[in-house]
């Protein structure tokens, strides 16, 4: 009876050893599959964290894309806007002086009492009745006065050639110093035979140029020798003499001829 009671004691004891063997056995390595397991779980973690960033990052790069297009716009929009303002309120400006005359509001011409290449006294009143272009400018210019004159001779004769029209072209002096009434007459027959050259004392063309908004300014002298800075423009005055529109230097004869034809005929239609 002892040997049997001791043979069960020692399988159970074999038994009980072998499974606690079997359990620390399989222990350290549950603990590398778990290991294992939280490595691999951890790497997922963390390749899925890796691969996540752009996926979370994607929405605010189309939101700030699309944020970018839409301001974009919106100041593409209003630099139009702006723009279009501004060529409006040019238009807008233009017409108003353009139309100036008609309203009885010109803000360029005005009287003025001076002296003829002829050396007879006149004043605005003596040019009613015909169409003028007016031209300021002075007799010892060098270069750019004769070209003015000579284009304002070129598209008088255009003028009259196209339309018939009988177009008086003035010369008035800014350089009361030295273009005397002879000096004057000398210089205007070299550029057409209707030109009439009008000069007088510097109190009387200053009272001219400034109803004509002409900038003049006599530069710095070298003894008797100066050149005198001023406008370059011709004015085209209706019969009334009152102001209708300006050409500036870079105008040519035909252009100039053909607005000056265009501008009567129009003003013609209206009664102006």
């Known amino acids: 009876m002892f040997p049997s009671w001791t043979s069960k004691h020692r399988f159970l004891c074999t038994t009980t050893t072998n499974v606690n063997k079997s359990s620390n056995s399989a222990g350290p390595s549950d603990a590398s599959s778990d290991a294992g397991k939280s490595k691999t779980s951890s790497g997922g973690s963390q390749k899925t964290t890796e691969q996540g960033k752009p996926i979370r990052g994607s929405p605010v790069s189309w939101m700030s894309f699309f944020l970018l297009l839409a301001t974009g716009a919106v100041l593409v929009w209003y630099y139009d806007r702006e723009k279009k303002r501004h060529i409006e309120g040019i238009n807008s400006a233009s017409k108003t002086v353009k139309e100036g005359p008609s309203a009885g509001k010109a803000a360029i011409g005005g009287p003025f009492n001076l002296v003829d290449h002829t050396g007879k006294s006149v004043t605005e009143k003596n040019f009613f009745g015909n169409w003028n272009l007016i031209y300021f400018g002075f007799t010892h210019c060098p270069d750019i006065c004769p070209d003015e004159l000579q284009k304002l001779a070129a598209a008088v004769d255009k003028i ?26 000398e210089y205007v027959k070299e550029f057409h035979p209707n030109l009439i050259g009008l000069t007088g004392n510097a109190d009387e063309i200053k009272k001219a140029a400034r109803a004509y908004r002409v900038y003049y300014m006599k ?54």
């Open 160 to 185: 009259k050639e196209k339309s018939g029209i009988q177009v008086v072209p003035v010369f008035i002096s800014v350089d009361p110093e030295r273009d005397t009434v002879e000096q004057v007459r």
């Open 219 to 272: 530069t710095e002298e070298e003894g008797s020798d100066y050149l005198v800075d001023h406008s370059i423009v011709i004015y085209l005055m209706d019969p009334k003499m009152e102001f209708v529109k300006f050409f500036g230097k870079n105008t040519d004869a035909d252009l100039l001829a053909e607005d000056v034809i265009n501008e009567i005929k129009q003003r013609k239609k209206v009664g102006a």
